[in-house]
């Protein structure tokens, strides 16, 4: 170590203003530890440990450096030289938290007053040495303080309190990195990762466990947050969707399960086309998001092909929020989505809009919704979801690959944009009559025609594009891409409920950019439930 490290060293220590306790009070081990700390600093010019508890700690250090400065370290390549350091510092680091820890365990004081429990009954009687394992990422460290007795009562350990010490062995530093690594992909390589990060080992259903304990605050999270109200003249845009997940028998809703019981597959190993339908129950997707408008033609959505415009920028979404899961039903999913949206404008001073893919059910939903709350909110089909309805009709009148369909279904797709919609119905079913097609023939075009009537009343392009709403779901299909296939259609998965929802839930969070401050809240509300909640009032008592 250089001179003028080794002096900021020395002075780190000697800020501390301890003394090394008495040679009398260590064990065995700690006096030949301790002694074998001394002779390598009195060799590196440094004299005993300030820090009384901290010998251990000095140790390890010491021995580190005195091995970096050694000949074996010498010869080492570079990625040899990063391993070797990476475990000793981990062990290092784990040592110095041991310490502090048995530094607390130490100068633990009686609290001043009785300590009284939840249920009422004071706690009189004090013992020491209480102790109980801690899994950090770090490594395991032991944790001894002072229990607080009655007969017949739990013990209350203010310690634990102070520390805010989890309700299992794990760590809130390991269950911190289940919670983000659980949701990016299989629970195997949650643990893969974990590993690489701290070299702690945690088991998959520890992993699991972890992973829904992290999650349950999160509707408490959002419920307490504010909103700001979007600047300008920004849209509040609201979108829903919805996505199946392949779930164990018992994860189903009951008229899905019973269809799967009932359902005679064709193999007996393996699931056959179509029958994974009766396996699956759909998670509810839900966004809201600012944009500013941008009003546009039905020419600039569909240029022509010929003689496309430049490219130009568009607005991009700001401050999404996304919300995805698959325990609740879709009027709880949209009353949340409302219910964000209300935190961002509470007194409509927004235009807000919803875009939907023609699901009736959710139009159902966020009309029935609107009403409650008394807001008015357009509805918008989607027409990315038009375009490839009338695609579909046009294999009834023309051969694959014809360029005329092309032609045909910009002309359509042109005056849908236009606000004629029935028109196009009724000139796509007397195509069809016209040309004499069979039942079978024209079911594409019948459903098409079919479609753009039931959905007439939320095909309004004409005032959506000259209000600068945006006319396409995209953001929501994102949404069920990233939250739900890309984690939850994994191969061979097949899902609980409860870990199912968990994993949705820290999805949202992380892709929502609100995970850290989660996790503050999270914390705080870990320690009402698990430590506060168990002493009267929940007041926990301070040492005198």
């Given at each position: 170590m250089a001179p003028d490290l080794l002096d900021l060293f020395v002075a780190a220590r000697q800020a501390n203003g301890s003394v090394s306790e008495p040679a009398s009070e260590r064990e065995d081990g700690d006096e030949q530890a301790v002694g074998g700390e001394q002779r390598r600093a009195r060799a590196l010019g440094m004299g005993a440990c300030p820090a009384a508890g901290f010998e251990r700690s000095q140790a390890l250090f010491w021995g580190l450096v005195e091995w970096a400065a050694g000949e074996q370290a010498l010869g080492l390549e570079h990625s040899e030289l990063e391993a070797r350091l990476a475990a000793d510092g981990r062990e290092l680091a784990r040592q110095v938290v041991q310490d502090q820890l048995d530094l607390r365990a130490v100068r633990e004081q009686r609290a001043?007053?009785?300590?009284?429990?939840?249920?009422?009954?004071?706690?009189?009687?004090?013992e020491r040495g209480h102790e109980r394992d801690l899994h950090t990422v770090l490594g395991e460290v032991r944790v001894t303080r002072l229990a607080y007795r009655a007969l017949g009562s739990e013990n209350l350990y203010p310690a634990d309190a102070q520390l805010n010490l989890p309700p299992g062995r794990h760590s809130h530093g390991i269950r911190r990195l289940a919670a983000l690594e659980a949701p990016r992909s299989s629970f195997e390589d949650g643990q893969a990762a974990i590993v690489r990060q701290t070299g702690q080992q945690i088991g998959t259903r520890q992993l699991r466990e972890l992973t829904l304990a992290a999650a349950q605050d999160a509707d408490a999270f959002y419920a307490q947050r504010t909103r700001t109200a979007p600047d300008g003249k920004d849209l509040l845009v609201l979108s829903c969707d919805a996505k199946g997940v392949v779930m164990r028998p018992e994860g189903l809703r009951e008229p899905t399960r019973a269809q799967a019981q009932n359902a005679a597959g064709k193999l007996k190993t393996r699931l056959s086309k179509g029958e994974k339908q009766g396996r699956k129950r759909m998670a509810e997707i839900v966004t809201v998001y600012e944009l500013t408008p941008e009003p546009r033609t039905a020419a600039e959505i569909l240029p022509d092909p010929d003689n496309p415009p430049a490219a130009r920028t568009r607005p991009k979404a700001r401050n999404k929020w996304l919300k995805a899961s698959v325990s609740d039903d879709a009027s709880t999913v949209i009353a949340d989505m409302f219910a964000d949206a209300d935190r961002r404008d509470p007194g409509r001073q927004r235009a807000w809009v919803a875009l939907v893919d023609g699901n009736n059910h959710q139009i159902d939903r966020i009309r029935?919704?609107?009403?409650?709350?008394?807001?008015?909110?357009?509805?918008?089909?989607?027409?990315?979801?038009?375009?490839?309805?009338?695609?579909?009709?046009?294999?009834?009148?023309?051969?694959?690959?014809?360029?005329?369909?092309?032609?045909?279904?910009?002309?359509?797709?042109?005056?849908?944009?236009?606000?004629?919609?029935?028109?196009?119905?009724?000139?796509?079913?007397?195509?069809a009559t016209r040309l004499a097609l069979e039942p079978n023939k024209r079911q594409s075009a019948d459903r098409c025609a079919d479609y753009l009537l039931?959905?007439?009343?939320?095909?309004?392009?004409?005032?959506?594009?000259?209000?600068?709403?945006?006319?396409?779901?995209?953001?929501?299909?994102?949404?069920?891409?990233?939250?739900?296939?890309?984690?939850?259609?994994?191969?061979?998965?097949?899902?609980?409920?409860?870990?199912?929802?968990?994993?949705?839930t820290l999805r949202a969070l992380i892709t929502n950019g609100d995970f850290d401050d989660y996790w503050i809240f999270h914390l705080a509300q870990e320690h009402r439930r698990v430590h506060a909640s168990r002493y009267a009032l929940g007041v926990i008592p301070t040492p005198a």
């Open positions: 001043d007053a009785a300590v009284l429990g939840s249920d009422g009954v004071p706690r009189r009687s004090v029935k919704e609107a009403r409650k709350r008394k807001v008015k909110i357009p509805i918008v089909v989607d027409f990315i979801h038009v375009l490839e309805y009338l695609w579909s009709s046009c294999w009834c009148f023309y051969r694959e690959g014809d360029p005329a369909a092309e032609q045909w279904v910009r002309e359509k797709a042109l005056a849908v944009l236009e606000g004629k919609a029935g028109i196009v119905a009724a000139a796509i079913r007397r195509k039931a959905k007439r009343p939320y095909l309004d392009y004409p005032t959506a594009l000259h209000n600068g709403w945006p006319i396409a779901t995209g953001v929501i299909e994102g949404a069920c891409r990233h939250l739900v296939k890309d984690r939850m259609d994994i191969t061979g998965a097949r899902w609980g409920l409860a870990g199912a929802e968990a994993i949705l």
